[in-house]
């Protein structure tokens, strides 16, 4: 008897072993929750230790410089570079339309993009006609109806997020020609490498070597408090919808950093004003280039 009841213990002993194996099995073959596009910022980054080839974070925007009126006989201009991707930009008008492209209530928008190179003809032109969006959901056209606006911007050097440095020096040149404007505008890219991080303000070689890109331009808005509107956004390469819901958010976090530099460039050249007087003719005049430094800032900056 005691050797049957010793049998029948040791039966129940692995039959209580195998189920606790299968109920471990079962849970590891459940996959984990997805973190929604809500989460905190922190949860959207990699690890600030993981350093990109440059040296900086995956949540590191780079060195950044302004220039306004950079451009003579321009009505505004702008330089405006981000580390080695440099664009300068030019707005001319409101000014006379032909009369085929008038519209009676509002005005007319017109942009011409020259990458030197950077780009090739479809590309320049995908790019031209989102930048234009971008320019006209952000100027209040109805303050010029039968007029056109016609802007220009050249990519000099492209190091990566030219489209980026074309939408913020647009931006700078718009402000410097007085054109009225619902906000500021600003653009990021958002980079998905093959591992899945996600790494903002890409280089050339970040985005040649992402499986995905996200641009996305913003306009802030300033009524009883900060406002913050995506008015157009791209894609290229292979995505889920989780990740680009994370990097519209990643980049949205990024334009707290490049708005408050807009807003610092304008608070000093209205300080310093455009025009400076004259000593041999008593009069006021505009600045050159050389006589009106440029600003710079971000640095290896976190964003937000």
Not at 55 to 66: F, K, N, T
Not at 93 to 106: A, T
Request: charged share 30%.
């Amino acid at each position: 008897m005691c050797c049957i009841k010793m049998r029948f213990n040791r039966l129940d002993d692995a039959r209580d072993a195998a189920r606790r194996r299968a109920r471990r099995a079962r849970e590891a073959r459940v996959p984990k929750p997805l973190e929604r596009h809500t989460a905190t910022r922190a949860t959207r980054m990699a690890p600030a230790t993981a350093l990109r080839g440059d040296g900086r974070s995956s949540e590191m925007l780079r060195r950044q410089r302004l220039h306004r009126h950079y451009v003579a006989g321009a009505h505004g201009s702008a330089e405006y570079a981000i580390d080695g991707t440099i664009v300068v930009a030019t707005v001319h008008g409101p000014q006379k339309v032909k009369p085929w492209r008038e519209e009676v209530e509002r005005g007319i928008v017109e942009f011409e993009l020259t990458s030197a190179g950077a780009m090739t003809r479809e590309e320049e032109r995908a790019c031209e006609a989102r930048v234009r969006g971008a320019i006209e959901a952000t100027v209040v056209r109805y303050d010029f109806p039968r007029l056109g606006l016609r802007a220009t911007a050249r990519i000099v050097s492209d190091d990566g997020n030219a489209e980026a440095a074309c939408v913020n020096a647009l931006c700078c040149a718009l402000i410097d020609a007085d054109v009225a404007m619902h906000g500021l505008i600003c653009a990021n890219a958002c980079a998905i490498l093959s591992d899945g991080t996600k790494v903002i303000d890409p280089t050339k070689r970040e985005e040649n070597e992402a499986r995905a890109l996200v641009r996305a331009c913003a306009l802030s808005k300033y009524r009883e408090k900060e406002e913050i509107a995506i008015v157009g956004c791209s894609t290229t390469g292979a995505l889920t919808e989780e990740e680009y819901l994370e990097s519209i958010a990643f980049i949205v976090d990024a334009t707290a950093s490049v708005v408050n530099f807009q807003k610092k460039s304008i608070a000093r050249f209205e300080l310093e004003g455009k025009f400076e007087e004259d000593p041999t003719k008593g009069t006021k005049r505009a600045k050159t280039a050389s006589e009106d430094t440029p600003m710079e800032g971000m640095e290896n900056k976190p964003i937000g």
